[in-house]
């Protein structure tokens, strides 16, 4: 049998170190914890790995600290709209929504699309009423909303009248949630989670529900969700790329981490980050930015971060 493996992000858009209070750092602690906790339970007991980064992510979708599902972005119409997917690796299989606005847990819908494959991506309304044919819970998508968003949508929009959209804080351009994991059975699976980034036009759709770019998994190789400038991860096919490398070069997780990370995306002007474990039960979470909330667990124990812990 395999040593399971969990890991998670929770976005590169972390608040400031220096805007961090006790209160806010043990929060963002407190909640990567809680998913870890709930996604490698599901491992712990013999499960999938697809069930456990889903368990994990659902979890982040829930708590505020997290821009994914209660707590997500506004779009520059004031309105939420969601991105999510899931894939396996023993097969492929995978599922994805986009710009959903009253699902509940979109990555629920997307590990249910990964039953089917065919639709695997749903957009829009036809996403949110799929997911109603199949008994999942919806929201009016006020329920996503949450005061501090609300103030950084305002925020953006008034840099965006000043000019000086590009000296925003990261936390207030973008935010993803995501998980990776390695379950007894030596099967990898990868979920990712979010509200794109404040004051994005509307209809905008990020690298989260393309597969290949912000999620991926490979059970010869890697597991990865990023987070980051979701146009540039699409451009890069980020998470296929890491596969890719491993696959064909032969380098490790973390060398092709890093070479995606503090190489091409950094280069390309990106904030950017990820989490990802192979097939052997190694774990990169390589980040660009001040800080990218963050964590793995083994059965050995649970490690969070956020700044340069």
């Known amino acids: 049998m395999t040593t399971p493996v969990l890991a998670i992000h929770g976005g590169c858009g972390a608040i400031p170190k220096a805007e961090l209070t006790p209160e806010t750092d043990r929060a963002a602690r407190d909640a990567l914890k809680r998913a870890?906790?709930?996604?490698?339970?599901?491992?712990?007991?013999?499960?999938?790995?697809?069930?456990?980064?889903t368990e994990a992510v659902a979890v982040m979708e829930d708590d505020p600290v997290f821009n994914a599902g209660h707590g997500a972005a506004?779009?520059?119409?004031?309105?939420?709209?969601?991105?999510?997917?899931?894939?396996?690796?023993?097969?492929?299989?995978?599922?994805?929504?986009?710009?959903?606005?009253?699902?509940?847990?979109?990555?629920?819908?997307?590990?249910l699309l990964a039953e089917v494959s065919d639709p695997l991506l749903l957009i829009g309304e036809a996403a949110d009423a799929w997911a109603q044919a199949h008994g999942l819970e919806l929201v009016e998508n006020s329920w996503f909303s949450t005061p501090s968003r609300r103030e950084a949508l305002a925020r953006m929009l008034e840099r965006e009248q000043e000019?000086?959209?590009?000296?925003?804080?990261?936390?207030?351009?973008?935010?993803?949630?995501?998980?990776?994991?390695?379950?007894?059975?030596?099967?990898?699976?990868?979920?990712?989670?979010?509200?794109?980034?404040?004051?994005?036009?509307?209809?905008?759709?990020?690298?989260?529900?393309?597969i290949g770019a912000g999620t991926w998994a490979d059970d010869r190789t890697?597991?990865?969700?990023?987070?980051?400038?979701?146009?540039l991860f699409i451009r890069r096919a980020l998470g296929h790329e890491i596969h890719?490398?491993?696959?064909?070069t032969g380098a490790t997780l973390q060398h092709a981490a890093d070479a995606m990370i503090h190489g091409d995306m950094t280069a390309m002007g990106g904030g950017a980050g990820l989490c990802a474990?192979?097939?052997?039960?190694?774990?990169?979470?390589?980040?660009?930015?001040?800080?990218?909330?963050?964590?793995?667990?083994?059965e050995s124990g649970v490690f969070v971060a956020v700044h340069e812990d």
């Open 222 to 231: 890697c597991a990865v969700s990023g987070t980051g400038k979701g146009e």
């Open 163 to 210: 000019g000086t959209l590009q000296a925003a804080p990261e936390r207030d351009k973008h935010g993803t949630v995501g998980a990776a994991a390695l379950d007894m059975h030596g099967h990898l699976a990868a979920a990712t989670s979010t509200g794109g980034y404040t004051a994005k036009p509307v209809g905008r759709i990020g690298d989260t529900p393309i």
């Open 277 to 298: 474990v192979d097939h052997l039960g190694n774990v990169a979470l390589p980040f660009n930015t001040e800080g990218m909330y963050r964590g793995w667990m083994t």
């Open 74 to 111: 506004f779009n520059r119409a004031g309105v939420h709209e969601l991105d999510s997917s899931v894939m396996e690796g023993t097969e492929g299989r995978a599922g994805a929504v986009a710009g959903a606005r009253q699902l509940r847990s979109p990555v629920r819908t997307a590990r």
């Open 244 to 248: 890719a490398r491993m696959l064909y």
């Open 36 to 53: 870890l906790n709930a996604g490698f339970a599901v491992l712990k007991a013999g499960g999938a790995a697809i069930d456990a980064v």
